[in-house]
């Protein structure tokens, strides 16, 4: 069955970086575009980006782009989520998401916090 696993998920000070890494298996994943999301408390889930199935095309939420990188390693079924120089309010359960599908990892916790 199709699983997503995130990972790399933890506590941050402002300013600091963090890559998050998500594994997937049971689907044939190159020829699928990746998304990551995140949620806060309350609100509804937030897009932050995807990528290609080759990666050369990543795309981003403005509220991330210029400080967050999307990458892929199709050889290994990882999709990655480096963050860098990161604000209180990017703290969130981050989750990745196979492009327009039902499947969805079960989250990692960021927290940004002095």
């Known amino acids: 069955q199709v699983q997503l696993v995130e990972s790399g998920g933890g506590l941050v000070q402002p300013g600091g970086s963090l890559t998050l890494s998500c594994a997937a298996s049971g689907f044939t994943f190159n020829p699928y575009p990746m998304t990551w999301w995140r949620q806060t408390p309350g609100q509804e889930r937030e897009w932050v980006g995807d990528i290609s199935s080759d990666g050369s095309m990543p795309d981003y939420s403005d509220p991330v782009k210029g400080r967050f990188t999307i990458s892929r390693d199709n050889a290994r079924n990882m999709v990655y989520l480096q963050m860098n120089n990161l604000k209180p309010e990017d703290t969130a359960v981050y989750y990745c998401?196979?492009?327009?599908?039902?499947?969805w990892g079960q989250g990692t916790q960021v927290t940004v916090s002095a």
């Open positions: 998401r196979r492009s327009n599908s039902m499947y």
